[in-house]
């Protein structure tokens, strides 16, 4: 049997469609589907109620996804068990798609894909990202056989193995990180994980720039928590890109270079060593900006081809989404907690 956990927050406005996605799917195996509610204060509770044959599991106060996923994996019946978000709405073929690896009894884990339909140019953007990764992915498929990291949004995992790791990391309060710090864990332990490109569910990503850069500055915040943990990860991962950890490098360096640059305008000393100093500063700062640029064309190359305009835009998507991560990073250092 399989189970199906959804966790829902607030989700009035998708959940419906989440859950009969579900119901629609085209499976061979018995499944039962659980929504843990996690103290909505919309009306997600009345559209989860339209709907019989499933399981609705309330938890008691907000405690986050992590927690609530948790809670349906305990009250799960399925030997395996599947998670999605509730503003995924899966392919009719997801939940096959998603069982199929574990007809070789070494898979423990599985990670699905995800698309959109949206229109909006950072929605597609981000698309373009993900779909970059996913090619690492492919890659680490290829020449390892397995990847060390599944997001909750299209995951699979054996439940005896899942309740023996205790699940996702509860000291993540919302979606941020708890899913790959699993699959740490889980690879570590040399459980085999692989990815399914064809276990695929629709999402909706930000439609809005700021919403975008909103959503990486978190992301960087909460992956300091991670990364206490996990300090090899902060080295490689199967699904960071390794140019991406090299453009935080330079951004940080860029911020030093200014930094410094702007004490020595305000230091009395003789002129023309003062200006001197100021011209070197000038160069250092251009030719880390050059490098920068020149980190992004693969990637740029790669999006033309795919969507042009959004292609186009890349730059300038990457350029914020560094400055937002390298922000949520330092305030992160100093604030959040082990």
């Known amino acids: 049997m399989i189970s199906v956990i959804i966790p829902a927050f607030n989700s009035e406005k998708t959940i419906s469609k989440t859950i009969q996605s579900i119901l629609n799917q085209e499976v061979k195996k018995e499944f039962e589907l659980i929504i843990v509610d996690d103290t909505s204060t919309d009306n997600t509770l009345t559209e989860i109620k339209k709907f019989k044959n499933i399981v609705l599991i309330q938890q008691e106060k907000n405690k986050g996804p992590a927690a609530a996923r948790n809670l349906g994996a305990k009250k799960a019946k399925g030997e395996t068990i599947i998670f999605t978000d509730s503003d995924c709405i899966p392919e009719k073929n997801w939940l096959e798609e998603m069982i199929k690896p574990f007809e070789n009894p070494k898979v423990v884990g599985v990670q699905g894909s995800y698309k959109t339909k949206q229109k909006s140019l950072t929605a597609r953007f981000i698309q373009l990202e993900i779909e970059d990764r996913y090619d690492l992915m492919q890659k680490e498929m290829k020449k390892k056989g397995l990847i060390d990291f599944i997001g909750s949004y299209s995951a699979a995992y054996r439940k005896k193995e899942f309740m023996e790791f205790n699940g996702f990391n509860e000291k993540f309060p919302t979606a941020s990180g708890e899913d790959p710090e699993l699959s740490y864990r889980m690879e570590k332990k040399g459980l085999k994980l692989v990815f399914n490109p064809n276990a695929t569910v629709f999402h909706s990503h930000p439609e809005s720039f700021l919403q975008y850069i909103k959503t990486k500055f978190f992301r960087g915040y909460w992956r300091v928590l991670m990364y206490r943990t996990h300090k090899d990860k902060i080295i490689y991962d199967s699904y960071?890109?390794?140019?991406?950890?090299?453009?935080?490098?330079?951004?940080?360096?860029?911020?030093?270079?200014?930094?410094?640059?702007?004490?020595?305008?305000?230091?009395?000393?003789?002129?023309?060593?003062?200006?001197?100093?100021?011209?070197?500063?000038?160069?250092?700062?251009?030719?880390?900006?050059?490098?920068?640029?020149?980190?992004?064309?693969?990637?740029?190359?790669?999006?033309?081809?795919?969507?042009?305009?959004?292609?186009?835009?890349?730059?300038?998507?990457?350029?914020?989404?560094?400055?937002?991560?390298?922000?949520?990073?330092?305030?992160?250092?100093?604030?959040?907690?082990?």
């Open 240 to 338: 960071t890109p390794q140019v991406l950890k090299f453009q935080i490098l330079i951004l940080y360096a860029l911020i030093i270079q200014l930094i410094v640059r702007q004490l020595n305008e305000t230091i009395q000393f003789n002129p023309i060593i003062k200006n001197s100093i100021s011209s070197a500063f000038d160069v250092f700062i251009s030719v880390l900006f050059i490098v920068f640029l020149v980190t992004i064309i693969p990637f740029f190359m790669k999006n033309l081809k795919k969507d042009f305009l959004a292609g186009i835009l890349s730059p300038i998507f990457v350029f914020f989404r560094t400055f937002s991560f390298c922000s949520g990073l330092i305030i992160g250092i100093i604030k959040v907690k082990k």
